[in-house]
């Protein structure tokens, strides 16, 4: 049996420390790296960088920590996000909302675990807790788009409109955390997809495209192993393509959970209504509520009441103005009243 080198063991022992999650670290040590001594110890367990008095303020530019406390790390730093969250929600900030959101699921996103993603259960909680006083939060989380459209943000987005739908539809609180959490965690298997086939500014290829229905089977694997008292949440990342008629994939499945049904359809709204692609114009509410229904409503991939309650719940979404969400759903209904969509 070989061993390895004290040198090799030592290098080994120590990784950088993210730099987004340092100030939020407290048990976790950091070490500096000292030429001719290795890795010396520059802040101990219990306190932060803040409480550190040091003469210019500086830290030194790189940090690490030991690699077996990342797991540690991260799980401080969900916690240090979650209360600026809760902060940011009560002074109403709504670009603060968003920034400090998008910065929990892209730390989460790093690193997709057991142990890691459990930590965006309490991020939903906070959410829904805090909506019931305010009610234009989830709104204004939809409205704020951001430069940079990745997973994390269409990630947040789904779940910020099957929050809406959910409380258009009074459902209770545990039922809300259920499906805003699956909504969060969809499409966490594309953590794990070719970032260049996930940006790539063109059609994909057929084999690109087997790649890329890939991020199903791997994030069910992934929220398989965490530990959520419910099933719902790695079955929805399974069979959130999958379509009522059969067509989808990566299973062909008719008989979908109703979690899964009810955010594969808002998934497909949030995607046609964004630049999910660099090569496709993001569409209209209007015409993205008809591109559902005329494709995949009327050709029975998804359900008709989901799609309706769906389109309700958009136009209450709205915060003081009324929203083209709100004008299009009521114009849509106005136009459907009586009628059944399929015809
Ligand atoms: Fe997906
Ligand atoms: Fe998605």
Known sequence: MAFASPRAM????????????????????????VEGKGFVLYKRSGITLSDMR????IHPEALYIKKADKLKGLQEAQKGFNKILQKDLRSANHTKIKETLVAVVDETFAEPRSGSLEGVSDTVDILISEYAQQSGVIRSLVDLSHTDYSTVLHSINVMAFT?????YMGYSQ????????S??????GKTKIDQNILTAPRRLTNEEFEHMKSHTTIGYKILRECRFSENDIAYCALEHH????????????RNISRTAQIIGLIDCYEALTNDDRPYRMALGVFDTLREIIGRDVNAGKFDEEIY????????VMQVQEPSEEYAVSQAFLGENRGTSVNK
Do not use: W
């Not at 022992?13 to 100030?23: G, T, V």
């Not at 999958?242 to 499945?253: L, R």
């Open 183 to 188: 909504a969060l965690l969809h499409d966490v």
């Open 174 to 181: 545990a039922k809300t955390k259920l499906l805003g959490l």
């Open 10 to 33: 030592q290098t080994n022992e120590y990784i950088l420390a993210r730099k987004s999650q340092l100030k939020f670290y407290r048990s976790v040590e950091l070490f500096k790296k």
């Open 163 to 167: 929050l809406g739908f959910c409380f």
């Open 54 to 57: 040091i003469d210019e303020g």
């Open 242 to 253: 999958e379509k009522a008629d059969g067509s989808g994939y990566p299973n062909n499945k």
């Open 308 to 315: 309706c309650d769906f389109v309700k719940s958009l136009g």
